[in-house]
């Protein structure tokens, strides 16, 4: 999904890069003239012969600009494609390799990021002959460096990733990891590179050529402006023919790369994608007339509640009329493959969808307030106060940059003033509840292994003695023995506390294991709901019971038989 | 929905846009010019009473180090701080005593030079005949600079002593007809309590001491000078007390600051194209002046094909000067139609033609047998190798690059084939010197192309030949003129020696370009031309300018 | 943080940084001797150097010290620079350093400026425009700052003086003083102020782009992390999510870019300081090349060189200050070997 605002300036991009390229490509066979030639007197005005005039030649400038155009998009293309390609070679090599290689070829980064590319470009002109190639190896020389350590930096957290360390362990050769796995998802980075690269390119041959270091014989749009500003075009009222046209060229086509390099960096960077503006008053939310009714022991309810995303011309309905509720001290097992729309239903009760999610519902009552009505102040006390969230993915839920202590602190004083020794008093008692000891609260969430941080994560739900919590797969990314005594943690949590609890998870077994009732959603529908054991032993429905019917024996038997 | 919000969006865009584009029109609409600002600003020197000015502000196009001869120099620079024997230059028909009160030539190689009395340098120190004997020794066997060859070699000055406290003798090597024309109008004096202990000039940074009229107070590199008037200059006080120069390398900011009044002057003369905009303006005059200088096309006399006379001539005729001035100044000055060296000049022959003809140009090819046998449109020397050849031009000359791919087609029509070369100007100035080219486009200026022992001197210092190789008829020449003692003889071998050269050059004129200078009128108003040296000069600050410039009292 | 921790990885760092340094001196005072030409011109002028006969052309360079060998002068220059010695000037006839002490403080003047000035807008703009992603005053904002990001500094700069200084008439349009000066200090640094103007607001606009465009990326970045969700979840306040979750994570890439770009911009301003012949580091450098005046050229490299490792040794050393992943090494390897412990209390 990609904004519409981003479409609509990646295609403006597209639309003035277009306009370039056919003014570079049929250009010259538009305009009557030839560059090269002296057609007229020098310094004539626009006229019909000459449509922007002549230069301090006598040549057509419409018709330098056309040629200037391809000089241009050719230095700029050219550099460009050079600086990223050795760029990200040196790069992926340097972050793959590591160690010494690595040191290395920082090294020579870095020296080359000291260059002065002035007295490069004399040196190497000189010997190369002032030329297009000239420009593009300076360019290219003062661009590669850059490239190499940014690609460098994205290949060092690829390296760590799940898929490439389970290559090298089955023994996968170096160039197959590189290029099957670093590489493919190192492209999307490139290409953003290399439209940048593009933009830098032609802003630095124009800036060399105005300096009077490119090519003057060679007509691109900056040795045009050197032209222009070395025959005084800046104060006759020439500069509106001679300097405005090739300045509008440059501007333009830079800003056509600019605009499709961020259209192409918002499409490809997923982690770009995962934000969108919060509207202050949170998703679309539409109220349909509320059913009376509710009963006032269910702590909270959920009433026909929808969630759709827009997709292309239609909707997607991520949430098709989910209704439950949970009574006090109950714990709801909420079940269904990933794609099922649990976690939305979470999002949905805390309030915290975002556009373009467009929610509807006749009521999410908790504790007699309609949360779904509530101003988002209001919902903002209710939330980590009232109704706790244990999110998904512990392992980045936590700020690297705060500390465990720091983060337990906002979450206190979010909902209210307490002093310093009370607070830190809750911190440490919250902190031994979920099995840690206090002096783990100063460590920084890196410093923590998985396990302790999910405990972290949970010591931060209970911190404000919540009614209910919501716990979205609460043990995502941990290791097997390290689930089980999160699980084991959160039920012994719960019967010490008596906790509320809405336990989302697609692992039927250890929802069996926790809950009291369950709810199973598949494709964003509530396809059955009972009480546990009703569920897992009578259900008739289809889909329960393939879901029942794919634990394997040894596991189903042993929790059921041993908990209840 | 969406369709309005990009509309606005197109919309504030465009705004934005065009108040950018409005801001910079507003640019263009200066006040339409008054009637009487508008008629020129020629012969400024009407001669009013000398209105005297605190402070003017003179924008330097370069710079020129601390006014040390040995480290950089700029004549007109010079000529403020440091008198010399006899001005305004050489290049008058007949300089007058300024440092000296006159001179008076014994023999063929012997003049006495009476210096001029009460004279004091800038400290306080009072000027002797002491100073001159050190300096004119200094030049001889000193380090070089651009004056030191008209003691060191033509002329040779053998001996300088003082016959009594304020009267130098001078005793040539051969016979020295030209000493007070030229030497002693271009050699400026150094104080020897100064000079004396300088271990090396070439580190010397001190602000200089002078005699002149004005004194260097403060000089910051790159940036600008300040000069206060020598109130005591024995040629009458200065009409302008103060005079700074900001040195403003871009052509585009001087003039800018021209305009908007942050200096008075500039000394990088104006463009053509920038002429109109500059007479109509208020309180701006334009000063023309016609400089002693030439856009030449030096031919590398070193190398085949060039060592050939013949050749050279083909060169020669095959430039199409008129076209190229027409083109790249816009018609302003005149096309180097009469050779090398500069026309202007007394001492150069008047007769001197170097015409335009390409038929001639091709024929006398034809008859060199070099020809086009392969019939790829380049001329093939007798030995097979083409007429293909390089021409270097400097980045910073871009009128010279555009002449120079005039040039390329003009030589193309001849069937020579030219690459123009652009280089940047560090490197273009060792190019004259390792003389690794074949066509290059430079400037020469007054003292090169107006000055006759110059011309001589440059057939021997390797500028338009070397020395150490031979050339029968130059050298005939040379050393008949040597042997000369009657300047007005001297004058006429000279005349033959540029007709000679002319017929094969080494030097092709492109052409004689013309200079004027913008400056605010409101501000000063007696700038006067004083050959060589353009309109800033000593002379223009000085009451009796105008006389003093053309030396006509 | 302990000192074994400094000391090994602070040394390790400088070790390399100093053989870069090496390297990089090297080449610098090879690039300037691999170009054609040499200092004569510029004593004795265009038309006259071409007159020098050889023999006194030899001369020249004798008295120049520069006839002497390539590995002499490197000799020199390299023992030169470990005691700050850097030589005479050819051009300017003064040590090195003198020239180098009397430039510099108008190119940082510059340059320091700007670089707050791009960096606070930069910033500001590209966090407030993250958060409205997708809105229309975030399209304004992005199209706007692309926009005054792909216009080169050369034109901003002739613009601007185009219209401030030759038509308006407001501000100067070269220099850093006015020339000849007679006024008061507070005149001075007032007219110091008029001279900086146009020059800053070149730099800042042609900077300000990639500030934003990095710091509105990175702060999308942080936005969509999952602990901002949490921190979101647990009800903290909008002031909190945006500056002690998202900001403070976003920025952290951003301090490392506006860090390096430190020692970049001192060579980089050249365009600048010569649209508005400002006698910084940039143009000294540009005139030095040009008159090919080895000391100088060395002594520009120099600084250049040491700007730009100072800058990343600064980024390196500084980072930790706000990364604290990039600190606790001695902290870590206590925790791996005390984590037993702590799960056991579970």
């Not at chain 1, 289809?542 to 596991?555: A, G, K, M, N, V």
């Not at chain 2, 008047?350 to 390409?358: F, G, H, Q, W």
């Not at chain 3, 860090?259 to 000294?284: C, D, K, N, Q």
């Amino acid at each position: 999904m990609i904004s519409k605002g981003a479409k609509w300036i990646g295609w403006t991009g597209v639309l003035m890069l277009v306009i370039v390229f056919l003014l570079a490509l049929i250009g010259p066979y538009v305009v009557r003239h030839d560059a090269e030639k002296q057609t007229g007197m020098p310094f004539q005005p626009p006229g019909a012969e000459h449509w922007l005039g002549t230069n301090d030649m006598g040549q057509d400038i419409m018709a330098e600009l056309v040629v200037g155009a391809r000089t241009s998009l050719t230095i700029g293309i050219a550099a460009a494609l050079l600086a990223t390609l050795i760029g990200t070679a040196i790069g992926l090599v340097s972050g793959y390799s590591g160690g010494w290689v690595d040191s290395l070829l920082m090294r020579i980064v870095d020296i080359c990021l000291t260059l002065p590319f002035l007295p490069l470009m004399i040196v190497i002109g000189v010997y190369m002959g002032p030329s297009l190639i000239t420009q593009v190896m300076v360019i290219t020389l003062v661009m590669w460096a850059g490239k190499a350590r940014k690609i460098r930096a994205q290949t060092l957290s690829l390296r760590s990733r799940g898929a490439v360390l389970a290559a090298q362990s089955m023994g996968a050769g170096h160039f197959y990891i590189l290029w099957k796995h670093i590489f493919p998802s190192m492209l999307p980075l490139v290409i953003p590179q290399f439209v940048q690269a593009v933009n830098v390119s032609i802003m630095m041959e124009s800036s060399l050529s105005f300096l009077g270091m490119g090519d003057p014989l060679s007509k691109s749009w900056g040795s045009m402006l050197f032209y222009a500003n070395s025959r005084s075009a800046f104060l006759t009222e020439a500069w509106m023919w001679w300097v405005i046209p090739p300045g509008l060229c440059i501007v333009i086509t830079v800003l056509a790369f600019s605009f499709i390099g961020y259209c192409l960096e918002e499409r490809v960077n997923p982690r770009l994608r995962a934000y969108q503006a919060a509207s202050l008053k949170g998703a679309k939310s539409a109220v349909k007339a509320a059913l009376p009714g509710t009963s006032t022991a269910d702590l909270l309810a959920v009433e026909s509640l929808f969630v759709r995303y827009p997709k292309e011309n239609s909707t997607m309905t991520a949430v098709d009329d989910v209704s439950f509720v949970i009574k006090k001290g109950e714990v709801l097992g909420l079940v269904g493959e990933s794609g099922s729309g649990k976690s939305t239903v979470a999002a949905a009760v805390m309030q915290l969808l975002k556009p373009p999610a467009m929610v509807e519902q006749m009521g999410i009552h908790f504790a007699d307030r309609d949360l779904s009505r509530l101003s988002p102040v209001e919902m903002r006390q209710i939330r980590g106060n009232r109704i706790a969230l244990i999110p998904q993915a512990a392992m980045n839920a936590l700020n690297p940059v705060m500390s465990v202590r720091e983060q337990l602190a906002e979450a206190i004083l979010s909902h209210r003033k307490a002093g310093k020794q009370e607070i830190q008093e809750r911190i440490d008692q919250v902190l031994m509840q979920v099995g840690l000891t206090p002096r783990w609260g100063a460590a920084f969430p890196h410093e923590l292994s998985g396990g302790m941080r999910q405990r972290a994560v949970i010591a931060m739900a209970l911190i404000n003695e919540p009614e209910l919590v919501i716990a979205d797969e609460p043990t995502t990314g941990l290791d097997v023995k390290v689930q089980v005594e999160i699980i084991k943690l959160l039920k012994d949590l719960q019967q010490r506390l008596n906790l509320s609890m809405i336990f989302i998870s697609h692992d039927l077994p250890v929802v069996l294991s926790l809950a009291d009732r369950v709810v199973i959603m598949n494709q964003g529908k509530i396809v059955d709901q009972g009480q546990t054991l009703t569920v897992a032993h009578h259900s008739t429905h289809p889909y329960t019971r393939r879901l029942i019917d794919s634990i394997p024996r040894i596991r189903t038997a042993r929790p059921l038989q041993e908990q209840r | 929905m969406f369709t309005r919000k990009s509309f606005g969006l197109m919309l504030t865009y465009l705004l934005l846009l065009s108040m950018f584009v409005l801001g910079c029109q507003s640019n263009q609409s200066q006040p339409a010019p008054s009637q009487d600002q508008a008629q020129g600003a020629q012969g400024t020197a009407a001669e009013p009473a000398a209105k005297t000015v605190s402070e003017l502000k003179i924008g330097l196009p370069s710079d020129a180090g601390p006014i040390n001869i040995y480290t950089g120099n700029i004549d007109y620079l010079t000529e403020l701080v440091f008198d010399k024997l006899f001005s305004p230059s050489p290049y008058v028909d007949k300089p007058e005593p300024w440092l000296a009160e006159s001179a008076k030539q014994l023999d063929d190689v012997t003049w006495v030079v009476k210096i001029r009395d009460g004279v004091k340098w800038h400290d306080g120190t009072p000027f002797t005949a002491e100073d001159v004997k050190f300096t004119y020794e200094y030049y001889r066997d000193g380090p070089a600079n651009r004056h030191t060859h008209h003691v060191s070699e033509v002329p040779h000055i053998e001996k300088i002593e003082l016959d009594d406290p304020s009267t130098v003798r001078f005793t040539c090597a051969y016979a020295c007809p030209s000493l007070e024309r030229i030497t002693f109008a271009d050699l400026p004096i150094l104080p020897k309590h100064i000079w004396e202990k300088v271990e090396n000039p070439r580190k010397f940074t001190d602000l200089p001491v002078g005699t002149g009229p004005y004194k260097l107070v403060e000089y910051k590199a790159d940036q600008y000078y300040k000069f206060e008037a020598n109130k005591d200059y024995f040629k009458g006080t200065p009409l302008v007390d103060t005079l700074v120069m900001p040195v403003i390398k871009d052509p585009t900011a001087i003039f800018n600051a021209l305009r908007s009044g942050e200096i008075d002057i500039s000394a990088r003369p104006l463009p053509p194209e920038l002429e109109a905009s500059f007479t109509n303006a208020p309180n701006m005059k334009v000063a023309e002046t016609s400089p002693l200088s030439i856009i030449e096309l030096k031919l590398n006399y070193d190398k085949a094909p060039f060592n050939t006379p013949e050749f050279r001539n083909a060169m020669s005729l095959a430039v199409d000067r008129q076209t190229i001035l027409d083109t790249v100044m816009l018609g302003k000055g005149r096309a180097g139609l009469k050779g090398y060296p500069h026309p202007d000049s007394p001492w150069t022959n008047p007769n001197l033609s170097t015409p335009y003809d390409a038929e001639k140009a091709k024929s006398v090819m034809d008859g060199l047998k070099f020809v086009d046998a392969n019939n790829d449109g380049v001329r093939e020397m007798p030995d097979g190798k083409p007429l293909a050849f390089s021409l270097k031009v400097p980045s910073t000359e871009p009128s010279w690059i555009r002449a120079a791919e005039m040039l390329k087609d003009q030589y193309a029509k001849v069937g020579v084939k030219v690459t123009v070369e652009v280089l940047d100007s560090g490197t273009m100035a060792t190019v004259g010197q390792t003389r690794d080219f074949d066509l290059v486009i430079s400037n020469i200026g007054a003292h090169g192309v107006a000055d006759p022992d110059q011309f001589v001197m440059s057939h021997r210092s390797s500028y338009l030949w070397n020395k150490t190789i031979p050339y029968p008829e130059m050298d005939a020449l040379q050393k008949q003129w040597m042997a000369e003692t009657s300047i007005d003889k001297r004058k006429e071998i000279g005349f033959a020696m540029q007709e000679l050269f002319n017929k094969q050059p080494t030097s092709v004129a492109l052409f004689y370009p013309e200079e004027k200078f913008a400056y605010r009128s409101d501000r000063y108003d007696q700038w006067v031309e004083s050959k060589g040296y353009g309109v800033i000069n000593k002379y223009s600050l000085l009451p009796d300018g105008a006389k003093k410039a053309k030396a006509e009292q | 943080m302990d000192g074994s921790w400094f000391s090994s990885t602070f040394g390790k760092k400088l070790i390399q940084y100093v053989l870069v340094l090496a390297v990089a001196l090297s080449i610098n005072f090879a690039l300037p001797r691999l170009a054609p030409g040499d200092p004569l011109e510029f004593f004795f002028g265009e038309s006259t150097i071409n007159e020098l006969t050889p023999e006194q052309r030899q001369r020249a360079l004798h008295e120049l010290g520069l006839d002497r060998s390539v590995w002499e002068q490197y000799a020199d220059f390299m023992t030169g620079v470990f005691h700050f010695d850097l030589g005479s000037s050819i051009k300017y006839g003064k040590p090195v350093t003198e020239v180098l002490a009397d430039r510099l403080p108008w190119t940082v003047l510059l340059v320091a400026p700007s670089l707050i000035i791009s960096a606070v807008i930069g910033i500001v703009i590209g966090a407030y425009a993250a958060w409205n992603r997708g809105k229309r005053r975030d399209l304004f904002f992005l199209s706007a700052m692309l926009t005054v990001e792909s216009i080169p500094g050369f034109w901003i700069g002739m613009l601007l003086i185009a219209i401030f200084s030759v038509n308006l008439g407001w501000l100067p349009s070269f220099g850093a003083v006015p020339l000849a000066f007679t006024g008061g200090t507070a005149e001075y640094v007032g007219e110091i102020i008029t001279h900086m103007i146009l020059p800053v607001i070149t730099i800042t606009l042609s900077t300000v782009g990639g500030n934003f465009l990095l710091t509105r990326s990175s702060m999308l970045e942080t936005l969509g992390q999952d602990y901002v969700y949490m921190a979101e979840s647990k009800g903290a306040s909008k002031r909190s999510l945006i500056f002690n979750h998202a900001l403070r994570n976003a920025l952290l890439p951003v301090y490392t870019h506006i860090t390096m770009s430190l020692g970049i911009l001192v060579s980089g301003a050249v365009v600048v300081e010569s649209v508005f012949s400002y006698p910084g580091i940039g143009r000294l450098l540009y005139e030095s090349v040009i008159a090919r005046d080895y000391p100088m050229m060395q002594g520009v490299f120099l600084i250049i060189t040491l700007g730009v490792i100072a800058a990343n040794l600064l980024a390196d050393v500084t980072y930790p200050l706000f990364d604290p992943r990039s600190r606790s090494r001695a902290w870590s390897r206590e925790v791996s070997s005390s984590k037993q412990i702590g799960e056991e209390t579970a």
